[in-house]
């Protein structure tokens, strides 16, 4: 299997919460990330935790890290149509601090 | 405060070509990592730089290579391209290599690669 894993789609109304989980193989003691792509641009960083968090929470946005399940979780609260995107956990391990990505997870809000 | 920037945005090749992608990182960074992201996927890593020498690389072929100039700025180039290449290609840039805090990487907007 991928050593990170994303599911490919999520679809929430305006206004709900959506969560983006994401699950790995193995990180380094470092960060792990979450970014965004909107069509046709790069990657904006959007949030990060370190390994030795269990949650960080920043405005809208919330991390959850099992490190036993090996689980990264991404909350947005009262998600806009604007949070429409592809959203990528990013995961570096093996010793490395160079990340993983995931295959992204697209993230369809419905008005 | 520039961001991490790239040239071109688009870029149309024939097989067999060569063609050399650039960067400048964000201000104040001094390491720089290449990103290939095919359509449908998440960005593959190709190689980083950190005081002009390649520290870190994926699994990419030698066709792939780069340069790290005393100003930071980077320089990735591919030859022999193939039809396999046709990709987004993505600059980050980082305080450092090592594992911290200042190792977090920003991202530029990418140059779009078709090879026809």
């Known amino acids: 299997g991928e050593d990170v894993e994303q599911s490919l789609f999520l679809s929430v109304r305006e206004g709900d919460s959506s969560v983006i989980n994401c699950t790995y193989t193995?990180?380094?003691?470092?960060?792990l990330y979450w970014y965004k792509q909107e069509p046709g641009a790069g990657l904006q960083l959007l949030t990060y935790?370190?390994?030795?968090?269990d949650m960080k929470q920043d405005q809208r946005l919330t991390v959850l890290l099992n490190k036993k399940d090996k689980h990264l979780s991404l909350r947005i609260a009262d998600t806009q149509t604007g949070d429409s995107a592809i959203y990528f956990c990013a995961v570096p391990s093996g010793g490395s601090y160079i990340p993983t990505f995931g295959r992204g997870t697209s993230l369809i809000v419905h008005p | 405060d520039a961001g991490v920037t790239q040239s071109p945005t688009h870029l149309i090749k024939t097989r067999g070509q060569q063609v050399t992608l650039r960067c400048s990182p964000k201000?104040?960074?001094?390491?720089v990592s290449w990103y290939q992201q095919a359509l449908g996927q998440g960005p593959q890593f190709i190689f980083q730089y950190y005081e002009e020498e390649e520290r870190q690389r994926g699994n990419f072929p030698d066709r792939f290579s780069g340069h790290q100039f005393p100003n930071y700025s980077s320089e990735l180039n591919v030859n022999a391209l193939l039809l396999g290449d046709s990709a987004l290609y993505l600059c980050a840039s980082s305080l450092t290599w090592t594992g911290s805090a200042k190792n977090i990487q920003y991202f530029g907007a990418g140059t779009r690669l078709s090879v026809l």
């Open positions: 201000s104040g960074h001094d390491t």
């Open positions: 935790i370190f390994s030795n968090m």
């Open positions: 193995d990180s380094s003691s470092t960060y």
